[in-house]
């Protein structure tokens, strides 16, 4: 009992770190924002497919009075064969023009779809990238894949058919009202006496399935989230034999979101069958009613007028048998829409001014006065931090996890804005410098790179698209990466696969340096960048960095303190707060907290 309550439990943490139901009601604003995709093609494509659907109703509209009245009333009543093949022949030709009428609103509707789906996804796809980092911090990529692709995906049937057939069944209907009502308003009336309870039932369905589809997006969104985990995490899983628990934990997820879609079906369900229903009762009105005022002269009901009743009854059931699809089309796009408009409504922390400074020629001059920062508004990583990087200096960041390091290389890119205090570089405040000049000009190197699907050469071309393959091999030299390249099967041109899976720790890292110093930046940030590198390649990368680092600003954050001893400036960081700073020799001398670092680092090699 206590395991399944403990697995519940696991399943709610993991829903609600993800996804939350949107509580908003339905409202026709955010559905015309919605439709509002569709306003580039408002001169081209949307005319044309409501020109087809405009004579397509017209056709539907049209047959029923020549089929019942004209034909029934007058060319078959008065026997006259040349009005019932002219009636014929017309009838024919409604029907081939309503089927080319068909034919073009299908491919002008595609179309139209297609590219607003395009358009949606590459807007949403655009701002998510635009977004600051703590946006992906509180969210799994599991979720935003799932925003990006599913959420949008569920609404191409509405952008195909569903706005289409919404205008076209408006027209048929309120065609076929005018048309009742003039050929008999009394059979009319008992005909569509049921509609307001229709109306009733339905409306009270609404909310019902709208919170139904938001919750299969939220499940979908978990399922994306685990198997994302799942994939990447699959070693430590089966490091740690844990494959039955996280089959566990996956039938949970992969249950839920089961349960979510079959609840939300069966409550779409719910609404064709009554449509069906009240068919059936309008139909056996018709032929009762219908019946008595035939027989009565004055009613003017005849069996012309009588089949067309019949007609338009048929066709009047259609529409809003669709409309009710429609409308379940509108509910699951209401709910995609409201987790995309979050997204796209969700703005960066990091905000840009209208009248930013492009910093081209950047020196590398890094000043922090006061500078303080939290992540969570709570507990704060940088307490007060005063210092001062020269242009050209190599700056080393030391001091244990949490203690401030990344948080500080994080504020000189500009990922975060501090909380108080000011970060300049090169004399600007970098509130006042826009994004890209300061990012364009700074590398980072992570100890956990990534590596893209591509070749090695593309992987090494990302620090600078615009780079020559001589430039690349160049860059890959420098930092000792050609002699494994090389090994490869195809060198520069072997193709790894997402996260580079076909090489080493060591190699991927080896990349991530010849990436970031193709770039060719002014600022050069090493985040615990050698950690995973062995000894033989860190001599190599050693070399090269005291050739390549000559002239740029450097910050270096490493926990082997080997790596750091020529760093012109080594500042110790405790609880967001710097307590010691000064040379290699200038920190031993003072036997502080760098010197404790550095002892103990050598007892566990000497254990070791």
């Given amino acids: 009992m206590n395991e399944k309550k403990e697995k519940r439990n696991k399943l709610d943490r993991f829903q609600y770190s993800t996804d939350q139901v949107i509580e908003k009601p339905f409202n026709w604003k955010q559905m015309a924002r919605l439709f509002s995709y569709m306003k580039p093609y408002s001169k081209s494509l949307l005319p044309l497919a409501f020109l087809t659907v405009i004579v397509a109703t017209a056709v539907r509209l049209i047959v029923p009075i020549l089929i019942g009245v004209y034909t029934m009333d007058h060319a078959i009543a008065n026997k006259d064969s040349d009005l019932l093949i002219k009636l014929v022949l017309i009838i024919a030709g409604l029907y081939f023009l309503s089927y080319l009428a068909n034919t073009f609103r299908i491919r002008y509707m595609n179309l139209l779809g297609q590219n607003v789906i395009y358009d949606l996804r590459k807007h949403l796809f655009t701002h998510v990238q635009g977004l600051s980092h703590r946006f992906f911090d509180q969210r799994s990529a599991g979720s935003i894949l799932v925003r990006i692709m599913n959420d949008i995906n569920s609404l191409q049937e509405l952008f195909t058919s569903g706005v289409i057939n919404l205008l076209m069944d408006f027209l048929l209907l309120i065609g076929i009202f005018v048309i009742l009502f003039a050929l008999s308003p009394e059979l009319t009336i008992a005909i569509l006496i049921i509609l307001p309870i229709m109306f009733f039932i339905s409306t009270s369905l609404r909310k019902k399935i709208r919170r139904s589809w938001q919750t299969v997006r939220i499940k979908q969104a978990k399922l994306n989230s685990h198997l994302n985990e799942s994939i990447q995490g699959i070693r430590v899983t089966q490091s740690f034999t844990q494959e039955k628990e996280n089959m566990a934990f996956f039938d949970g997820v992969n249950t839920e979101t089961y349960e979510s879609w ?211 091999i160049e860059a890959a030299t420098a930092v000792g990466a050609d002699s494994f390249i090389a090994r490869l099967p195809k060198g520069f041109e072997t193709e790894v696969e997402e996260r580079g899976n076909i090489l080493s720790v060591g190699e991927r890292q080896l990349l991530s340096f010849a990436r970031a110093l193709l770039a060719d930046p002014r600022i050069l940030i090493l985040d615990e960048a050698t950690a995973s590198i062995d000894t033989e390649s860190e001599v190599k990368i050693q070399t090269a960095l005291k050739k390549l680092l000559k002239g740029r600003t450097a910050i270096i954050i490493a926990h082997r303190l080997s790596t750091i001893r020529d760093s012109d400036n080594i500042i110790v960081l405790d609880h967001g707060q710097i307590i010691e700073q000064g040379s290699h020799d200038q920190l031993m001398k003072l036997q502080g907290q760098y010197h404790n670092l550095v002892k103990s680092q050598f007892k566990m090699l000497d254990v070791g």
Avoid: C
Wanted: hydrophobic content about 45%.
């Fill in 262 to 472: 079959r609840d939300a079906t069966q409550k779409n369900a719910m609404f064709r069958p009554f449509v069906e229903m009240s068919n059936a009762i309008g139909t056996a009105i018709l032929i009762w009613f219908g019946a008595m005022l035939i027989q009565n002269p004055d009613s003017g009901v005849t069996i012309g007028v009588f089949v067309s009743f019949a007609f338009y009854l048929g066709m009047f059931w259609e529409p809003i048998s669709r409309l009710g699809q429609v409308y379940n089309q509108l509910l699951m796009g209401m709910a995609s829409s409201e987790r995309i408009f979050e997204f796209l409504d969700e703005k960066p922390i990091v905000s840009e001014k209208d009248d930013a400074v492009s910093l081209t020629d950047m020196k590398g001059k890094i000043e922090f006065d006061k500078v303080e920062f939290s992540y969570d508004e709570k507990r704060k990583a940088l307490k007060g931090v005063s210092l001062t990087m020269e242009a050209g200096q190599t700056v080393a960041l030391v001091g244990h996890t949490g203690s401030g390091k990344t948080t500080i290389a994080n504020l000189i890119s500009r990922f975060y804005d501090a909380t108080a205090g000011d970060v300049k570089i090169d004399g600007y405040n970098v509130k006042d410098l826009s994004v890209a000049s300061v990012r364009t000009q700074i590398s980072v190197v992570l100890q956990d790179t990534f590596i893209f699907s591509g070749t090695i050469m593309e992987n090494i071309r990302f620090g600078r698209p615009d780079a020559t393959d001589e430039e690349v």
